[in-house]
């Protein structure tokens, strides 16, 4: 796994590591009751990463994260029969390396933050990263070692979930995106994770 400039891990890639605060939005728009269409932008309307929804089954869904050019780099998906409700990423080019593991922190139905441990922490006895949300909005800090790298916050409009992204210097944008992409569904799908 690669790191990125200022040593935070870059779980996806080092190519969507900017030396710079950079900001932008991931949006959902419904457009029937089983299929939707994600993007991350930048303010100006140019992409970064679009997202594509596959319907697995009745339960289950597939998220795919791509790049500008619409080459798979991710795949999220929940992971059904866990005490915790989890979410797993795995790379998208077939070879099912896991890239990280996003749980809810603990079972506490009050609790709001999580954990997510990469794919090379085996052991999952610590996490990675921590993410906290904001006990009465669905505004979230991702943190590497107790550090704020990335800040989503939802805006609410009318047919659509959105969310600008700040995110801090050295810091995978693809990653953080999928992450993102988490929070969509959680409250678009009313999951209990939230």
Known sequence: MATSTLEIPAPVSTKFCYD???KFSVEKFA???YSSRFTAKYSEERTLFQIEHKKTN?????YTVCDSMERPLV???????EWRP???AIRANGDQQPVFVMKKSNLNPLNKNFDVFLGTNISMSRPDFTIKRDFFSNNYTICYKDKPIAQATQQRNFMRTLFNVI???????AFITSLVVIFIIKI???DPLK
């Open 167 to 173: 995110i801090q210097p050295g810091v995978d944008r």
């Open 20 to 22: 710079h605060v950079d």
């Open 58 to 62: 009745h339960r289950n869904s597939t």
């Open 75 to 81: 795949q999220v998906s929940k992971k059904l029969g």
């Open 86 to 88: 989890t979410w797993e």
């Open 31 to 33: 457009l029937t009751q």
């Open 188 to 190: 678009t799908e009313n």
